[in-house]
């Protein structure tokens, strides 16, 4: 089993910034990537960004040049620095663990203001 935990989530005003925490914890060695998901109001959850055990990193087209992910191996932290935010960007955002199943975070509100 693997305990993910999303922090960092809030109010900001568009152009502005936020960043984003993941903690990891149980079975951690399971874990072969880590994501940022986000559910937008009335959409269905998308993916942001993704980092995997290699550090291979990918981004959604709409996170591209804003946003960056990284990871800090001995705190089994992910995080994602989110740069001129958009009211676009309002949202639920999740943290998952990616391996032989995903686990999901709770997930945490960033609402950009206009």
């Known amino acids: 089993q693997v305990q993910v935990q999303e922090s960092g989530g809030g109010l900001v005003q568009a152009g502005g910034s936020q960043r984003l925490s993941c903690v990891a914890s149980?079975?951690?060695?399971?874990?072969?990537?880590m994501g940022w998901y986000r559910r937008a109001p009335g959409k269905q959850r998308e993916l942001v960004a993704t980092?995997?055990?290699?550090?291979?990193?990918s981004y959604a087209d709409s996170a591209k040049g804003r946003f960056t992910i990284t990871e800090d191996n001995a705190k089994n932290t992910v995080y994602l620095q989110m740069n001129s935010l958009k009211p676009e960007d309002t949202g639920v955002y999740y943290c998952?663990?990616?391996?032989?199943?995903?686990?999901w975070g709770q997930g945490t509100q960033v609402t950009v203001s206009s």
């Open positions: 149980g079975s951690i060695f399971s874990i072969l990537a």
């Open positions: 998952a663990a990616m391996g032989e199943r995903t686990y």
């Open positions: 980092i995997t055990r290699d550090g291979i990193i």
